[in-house]
């Protein structure tokens, strides 16, 4: 099947004021090819901090689950940690320059005792395990101290994802700020909320399970393009939408999100976190067929604690951004804040519902 060239600035209908170009004939220059990923596989090596037997390398234990000698699942502090609550002064401004003190806790998820495991390997009862640490880190750092105001998890695989052990892991920090996109998202959910007196989340996934509608050319009539909206869903089950984003800044960006409204995270029962992990689990299998090895940030964008207002909760919706880095970003655009993306989205999710 050939796909079609498409050459377009879309809009994110979340955040209408950022933009992505989707230019798919781009996809077809000629690329110098850079040096290939390969993961590690081993089930365990002797000088990991993470593998079983060298608990005594990392630092303090948070969390072990089970707990005991066998444990599948454990959650240490970071050894070198981008926020710490090693001390707590208040910030301070010189002029025109604001510091606010880097307070916070950073810590690290071991998701398995499986060095080499991924994602896509695991069974669902153990991805559902682990969104269950996820939730009760979460509710357990924002217990900890009135000073952190946003928790964000995240998981970073492979060097193009900055990733630096090769060992499964993902990481939590709980910071002193609300991060400016998460920020963003929030403030222009709320606006979008008080247009349309619903979330635009729930209006979304509304549409990609039901709607369709074709574009008509303004000048002369005929038919300019015939948009299934439904074609963005890659995967779905009872409780969760995995969806391709209409605007996706890479070409392989996957989104997934309770079909339920639900602002908050830390919520979610632990037959969601079940439902969640057997989604999470086909979509990275899915991109691991389409791509083979698979480097990837993935980030969950919940609601703040402190955001208690009844109007806020209902405008916001969690959910996790799944981002496989296969491109890397040009001058233009880093210069033009414009992200571009090679492949169409169409023809993304055509792939990734085909990957069986």
Known sequence: MVEERVREIRLNPIIPIESVLIASARGARPVTKHESFE???????????????????????SLREPDSKEWQIRVVRNLYPVLDDDHNLP???LGMHRVIEGYGRHEVVIDHRNHGIQIYQMDAAHIGAIL???RERMKKLYQSAAGHSYVLIFKNYGPASGGSIAHTHSQIIAMPIIPANVEIEISSSRKLY??????IFCMLIDENLSYETTVYDPTDGPVHRSIEVGRYIVDKN??????????SRFPWEIHILPRIHS??????????????AILLQRVMA????????VQYNFFLHSAPAKMTEADHQACFHWHLEICPRTTIPNGFELGSGLAINTLSPEEAVRRLREAD
Do not use: W
């Open 132 to 134: 269950v640490v996820y």
């Open 39 to 61: 993961p590690d596989r081993r089930t365990r090596v002797d000088g990991c901090p993470f593998c079983s037997g060298n608990e005594d390398q990392t630092p303090e234990e």
């Open 286 to 293: 899915r991109l691991q067929v389409l791509l083979g090895v």
């Open 194 to 199: 008080s247009q349309y007196e619903r979330c």
């Open 263 to 276: 602002h908050d995270f830390r919520k979610v029962t632990d037959a969601e976190c079940m439902d969640f």
């Open 238 to 247: 009872e409780s969760f939408v995995a969806i391709k984003p209409f605007a």
């Open 91 to 93: 910030g301070y401004e």
